[in-house]
């Protein structure tokens, strides 16, 4: 390796919060630049959009749409293939693996505090609000104990559409970006975050999960779950990988870096077996707590 290739990015490492020397990788896209720190092995977006863009330009709802389109184009055969495993699957399951997750932490809460009736469930980056909205209606047909589900949501279009949805079950949306919004609840008062699909996103991981960290009861749980930079699928598709969204995923986590940076913000990784960080699987799952 030419020492020229290593530069000081102009981001701070996510893993660290530090500037770190990286080197620019093969997955570069355009003016996107790609690097991997040489210290930490984290690889991340080096001048990602600003979160004035991601609330209009490239808001969640709108990429998807346009790398979707370009996925069925591009590679329609692929695209297809994994659009009818997805569907296969959750006509097989009675419950998405996110809800069984969720209930399984949420009874263990329950049964360490017998005496809460009420549990509060903040899904950062919620979206449309639909996974909160299942598992609260599933959650409390079948269990004694009442959810309050807390969505955070930048986009304001998606952010105004979950309001109206948790509004009628006694919840609500914060429209900010997650650490603002995080930082308007008060401290240790939350049994329950759902990082889903959303670290990859956030231009500031570590004081997001500082910050969840902060707003969590005493025992209680974050799952999380992000695209699998160490799968073997990006390996062999490479540039094609479906991790890879430009400019809106700006940190790609492999189980290692992860773990570190969960457990850097002051949260203990419970859970990370081999079935949530399997190389054949494009996202790693991770339950910690508080």
Known sequence: MQRSDI????????????VTPVKETPYSNGEWKVVECQETGMVFLENPPDYSRLVEEFAWEKTFEE??????????????????????????????RLEKVSFSLLDKIARERPAETDLAVVDVGCGSGEKLLRIVRQYEAVRDTSLRPIGIEISAQLAQETDQCLGPIGGRCIHSSAIDGLASLEDASVDLVILCSYLEHEI???????????????????????????????????????????????????????????????????????????????????????
């Open 7 to 18: 530069t000081a990015s102009p981001r701070e490492n996510p893993l660290t919060g530090t």
């Open 204 to 290: 500031r991981p570590l004081e997001v999960l500082q910050n969840v960290s902060l707003k969590l009861r005493k025992g209680g749980y974050v799952i999380v779950k992000v695209p699998n930079y160490g799968s073997w699928n990006r390996r062999f598709r490479q540039r094609r990988w479906c991790g890879f969204r430009y400019p809106d995923h700006v940190n790609y986590f492999t189980p290692q870096t992860l773990i570190r940076i969960i457990e850097s913000s002051g949260l203990k990784v419970r859970r990370m077996n081999l079935r949530d960080c399997l190389p054949t699987n494009d996202n790693v799952w991770a339950i910690a707590r508080r």
């Open 67 to 96: 790398e979707s389109k370009r996925r069925r184009q591009e590679e329609p055969v692929v695209a297809f293939a994994s659009s009818l495993s997805k569907s296969l699957k959750r006509r097989l399951r009675k419950r998405e």
